[in-house]
């Protein structure tokens, strides 16, 4: 949905609604954006980490070891997603991979 979302927001025609994504209230029928940015800033990842984190250390660090070697920490997340956007608008261009179909395969 993030990148839908993204591409909508980037101008491209895309059939779509809202009550597809997060922040839309299917009670009172109303699409909430703040909750969804919440959603794409990664806010959600935040508070499963800090509730994770008070609960079950043992487990957080099972599951958020990555986050933890990077150094990123609940209150981290905004930013590193504010970072990343700014570095695709900077440079939206997709890296080309290495051709690996000159490798020979190793045989064992």
Known sequence: FGAMKGAVDGGLEIPHSNKRFPGFDKDAKEFDAGTH???????HVS?????LLEDDEEAYKKQFSKYIKLGIGSNDMEDMYTNAHKAIRNNP??????DHSKVKP???
């Open 37 to 43: 940015r919440d959603f794409i800033f990664g806010q």
């Open 106 to 108: 190793k045989r064992w």
């Open 93 to 98: 261009d997709y890296p080309k991979k290495k």
């Open 47 to 51: 508070r499963w980490m800090s509730k």
